[in-house]
């Protein structure tokens, strides 16, 4: 059976860190990165943390237009849009602490044994609905952070008291207990996810698929916490970066057909399938 | 009266299986291409058919079809056995039971039930009968005369609502086995038996990557015979006995040849082949070919595919289960054809064949109706196909000898 070694086992200490760093960076060093903004939920209302998220950026834009802080915020917003251009989704698989959170939570649940839910056939399409509302609403700024499920997630990790929406506690909690139960399910409706999403189509980072050495074995399709129904039965296509990968590589590692599946980075072959023999 | 006339058939039952099962193991040996030993996969055949014997006489489920899920059986404290019948003498039994057109497979399966020869036979619990095909289906019924039957629908379509299906479907026969067998399924003993088979399906692999390999050590006749013994062994103890085949594998040199030329390298496609049903690999082989994989569901896909769950919860697994069996799965039965050309492109840019035999058991529709197609297919991938239509009987052999010797003369001189 299936050992997991390699990229998995890199990509958790990558979250790790950067969770420790997002969370409590400013301890550390003083004060925050802030000619930085990260196209991963990293809360903004945290004094601790390392380097904010681009949200609040975005939500709040009255409190640095035209204000002292416009210069570092444009700054700011300028490398957002040349990570999200350079690299697509890529953060959300490697940096993203709330991501980090739900992984953490459905891995308890693997360790538990217990069933994962699986999100019916006839409900998926409107998930992508959900996301796009979400987009806008994050674009228009509407109250955002007094519902953000992050904050209320977030801010009481990093040591501090959170507020006391009753909407927003709520639906932290329930996303929280969803994402136990079904892997990164925020990530499907994540608008800062959606945004980077967009050059997913473009950027550095490449799932690349050879058609005819796939069997349809639909072992891909299983562990992709995004649910991408294409890696596992698309054949013509040799790119099947999707909108929603977060390159999380568990397709890769897991396909037992040799180079069926493989990535690639600035053109360059990182990981490539392969049968595990022993 | 009557009871003496059967008491006298099953005698002439048994003669007949032994025999066929005699001399198909005694062919075996004559393809070989290096000393490598195969005794214990041989033996295992030859003490069931030829010995009629059955040393350790444990409670066994059965099943039918390579898309039955042995994972569960195992799970549960049963030996998995495959039963697919493949001797001409059972489906001579099978023809008072079953349409003389029905396919052989189907035929010898309802014949060996009725024969009631083979010990090993004796003492099952049930049988697990997948819905692949018609014949099976209708085979179910008259199954049930002789011991409890577990029928379980295979859909017709792979795609998703499918697979929801049969998550479903599989739920439902972990139900019933655990009711049959009184015994409970837990994550625990399901890991433990996915790992235990996954480690039969590793070795299994490894087989074919030397059967593939230039110079091969093993003739595609010995490797067909020890993936038909795997159907009636424990898979523990059957992953032990190949993995140690391996390891011989890597060491033993070739048998020197006075053979100039090199062997025109053929897959063996279409219907099922498995023991005795050796005439065609055997044939292939002492006339000069070399088999490089064959993609029957008795041999060559039967332990290819692994078993990948997400995670180890029953359900994980469940999953994971339905999907290695049914997802990959090349037989003609789906409606889509396309993972069976995928799969056989594959098969021949990995071990460089010069052509393929397409076997069609007489009376075995889906595969025949595929035969056009991938004779297109082959055509435009410029291999040569060549149809063989046979059934497990051996009256065919020289015509079928002589076809076989101008395809493989053919090859050669490309
Ligand atoms: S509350 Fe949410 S949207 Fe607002 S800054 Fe924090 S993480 Fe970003
Ligand atoms: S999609 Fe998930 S990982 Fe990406 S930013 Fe949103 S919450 Fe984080
Ligand atoms: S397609 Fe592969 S890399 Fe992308 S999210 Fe799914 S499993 Fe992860
Ligand atoms: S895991 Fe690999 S072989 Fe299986 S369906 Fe996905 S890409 Fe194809």
Not at chain 1, 39 to 45: E, G, H, K, N, R
Not at chain 1, 174 to 196: H, M, Q, S, T, Y
Not at chain 1, 262 to 273: A, M, R, Y
Not at chain 2, 387 to 407: C, G, Q
């Amino acid at each position: 059976m299936m050992k997991r070694k390699g990229i998995t086992i890199f990509r958790w200490a990558a979250l790790m860190v950067s969770f420790i760093f997002l969370l409590y960076g400013a301890n550390f060093m003083g004060s925050k990165i802030n000619w930085v903004k990260l196209p991963v939920f990293s809360c903004a209302l945290s004094p601790s943390g390392g380097v904010d998220s681009i949200c609040k950026t975005i939500v709040d834009v009255e409190e640095w237009f035209l204000g002292i802080n416009m210069i570092p915020s444009l700054i700011g917003i300028g490398v957002f849009l040349l990570l999200i251009i350079l690299f697509g989704r890529l953060f959300c698989g490697y940096v993203c602490p709330f991501g980090f959170v739900q992984e953490l939570l459905s891995s308890v649940r693997k360790k538990l044994r217990l069933p994962s839910f699986k999100i019916p056939l006839k409900v998926k399409p409107y998930f992508t609905t959900v996301k796009w509302i979400m987009v806008i609403g994050f674009l228009l700024g509407i109250g955002y952070c007094d519902l953000c499920p992050v904050r209320y997630v977030m801010l009481p990790l990093a040591g501090m008291v959170s507020g006391s929406d009753f909407i927003g506690i709520f639906l932290a909690a329930l996303i929280l207990g969803l994402a136990f139960f079904n892997e990164r399910i925020f990530c499907r409706i994540c608008p800062i996810g959606a945004l980077a999403g967009i050059f997913n189509s473009r950027s550095l980072a490449r799932i690349k698929k050879k058609g005819v050495a796939c069997t349809h074995c639909r072992a891909c399709l299983e562990v992709c916490p995004m649910e991408i129904k294409e890696i596992y039965e698309e054949r013509e296509k040799t790119d099947l970066t999707k909108q929603e990968c977060i390159y999380c590589m568990k397709c890769i590692e897991i396909c037992p057909e040799e180079t069926a599946l493989s990535f690639e980075l600035c053109k360059k072959n990182i990981l490539v399938s392969k049968r595990h023999r022993r | 009266m009557s009871e003496i006339y059967e008491e006298r058939q099953r005698e002439r039952y048994k003669r007949n299986v032994v025999k066929m099962a005699g001399s198909s193991l005694s062919q075996i040996d004559e393809t070989a291409v290096s000393p490598v030993d195969i005794s214990y996969f041989i033996g295992r055949l030859e003490s069931i058919f030829v010995g009629l014997e059955d040393k350790e006489n444990n409670a066994k489920i059965g099943m039918y079809c390579a898309m039955a899920p042995e994972e569960f059986v195992y799970a549960l404290g049963f030996t998995p056995l495959k039963l697919c019948g493949n001797h001409p003498t059972a489906t001579l039994a099978g023809e008072d039971h079953a349409p003389r057109d029905s396919c052989p497979v189907v035929k010898a399966s309802v014949g060996f039930q009725s024969m009631n020869i083979i010990p090993m036979f004796d003492n099952l619990k049930a049988v697990i009968i997948p819905g692949s095909c018609d014949g099976k289906k209708k085979a179910a019924e008259i199954l049930s005369q002789y011991v409890p039957i577990i029928p379980i629908p295979i859909y017709m379509s792979k795609d998703d609502d499918g697979f929801e299906l049969l998550v479903e479907t599989y739920y439902g026969l972990i139900a019933t086995l655990e009711h049959i067998t009184g015994r409970k399924m837990t994550a625990s003993r399901l890991k433990k038996a996915c790992v235990e088979i996954s480690r039969a399906s590793k070795e299994a692999y490894k087989l074919y990557e030397y059967l593939k390999s230039d110079k091969a050590v093993i003739s595609g006749t010995q490797v067909m015979s020890v993936m038909s013994s795997y159907a009636y062994d424990d898979p523990g103890r059957w992953a032990t006995e190949v993995k140690k085949l391996n390891k011989a594998l890597a060491k033993v040199q070739p048998n020197s040849s006075k053979r100039k030329r090199k062997k025109p390298r053929i897959i063996i496609a279409g219907s099922p082949i498995g023991f005795p049903h050796f005439k065609i690999p055997y044939l292939l082989e002492t006339l000069g070919a070399q088999i490089v994989t064959d993609e029957s569901c008795l041999a060559g896909r039967l332990l290819y595919d692994p078993v990948l769950p997400d995670n180890y919860s029953l359900d994980g697994m469940v999953r994971a289960l339905a999907a290695r069996y049914v997802a990959p799965c090349t037989c003609p039965t789906f409606i889509e054809m396309e993972d069976r050309f995928c799969r056989l492109e594959q098969e021949k840019d990995i071990t460089n064949a010069d052509g393929i035999i397409y076997h069609v058991l007489r009376g075995c529709i889906p595969y025949d109706f595929e035969l056009l197609y991938i004779e297109k297919w082959a055509e435009k991938h410029g291999i040569p196909v060549l149809r063989v239509e046979t059934d497990f009987s051996t009256e065919d052999y020289e015509p079928l000898k002589i076809r076989l010797e101008a395809f493989i003369e053919m090859l050669e001189r490309r």
